[in-house]
C-alpha cells in the first residue's frame, strides 16, 4: 500500500537526489491508485504551477496505466488519441516524461509519481530514485 509515510519517503528521496544532480527547484506529487493526492511538496522557487504539471504527470499515469514516458512516444505517433484522452481527463494529462507509476506485488499499481522543475529526464530520474527508496517498482514507461 503507498502510504503517507512511504510517500514521504519517495518525496524526500526525490528531492535528495534532484539536490545532488543540481537539479533545478521542482515539485513532487505522489498520487494514490484511485489518482488521489497522498503528498506534495515544492521545492523553495519551484514556480506556481508546477503543483498542478506534476500532479498531471502522475494523474496521466494513473488514468492511462502507463508511466508518462510511454504517452509521450504515444502523443508522437497518435497526437490525436492523446489529445482526445487529455479532454476526456478534463486537461489533466501531461504527456510527458516524469509521471512515474509505483507498482507493487504482482506488478500492481499502487500509484504514480509525478515530478516537474528541471528537464522531463532528471524528473523522471528523480521519481525513479524516491520509488525505489521506499521499497517499490517503479515504471517510468
Not at 32 to 51: I, K, N, T
Request: proline share 4%.
Amino acid at each position: 500500500m503507498l502510504t503517507l509515510d512511504k510517500a514521504r519517503i519517495i518525496i524526500a528521496e526525490a528531492l535528495k537526489t534532484g539536490a545532488t544532480n543540481g537539479c533545478k527547484p521542482f515539485t513532487v506529487a505522489v498520487l494514490d491508485a484511485s489518482g488521489a493526492l497522498v503528498a506534495l511538496e515544492r521545492s523553495d522557487g519551484s514556480s506556481r504551477m508546477r503543483p498542478d504539471i506534476a500532479m498531471g504527470k502522475a494523474n496521466g499515469a494513473i488514468a492511462l496505466g502507463m508511466g508518462s514516458r510511454a504517452i509521450w512516444k504515444r502523443a508522437e505517433e497518435q497526437p490525436y488519441f492523446i489529445q482526445s484522452m487529455n479532454a476526456l481527463a478534463r486537461g489533466v494529462l501531461v504527456p510527458v516524461p516524469g509521471g512515474v507509476l509505483v507498482r507493487g506485488p504482482g506488478n500492481a499499481i499502487l500509484g504514480a509519481v509525478g515530478i516537474t522543475g528541471d528537464t522531463s529526464d532528471n524528473d523522471e530520474i528523480c521519481a525513479i530514485a524516491g520509488i525505489e527508496a521506499a521499497g517499490f517498482t517503479a515504471d517510468g514507461g
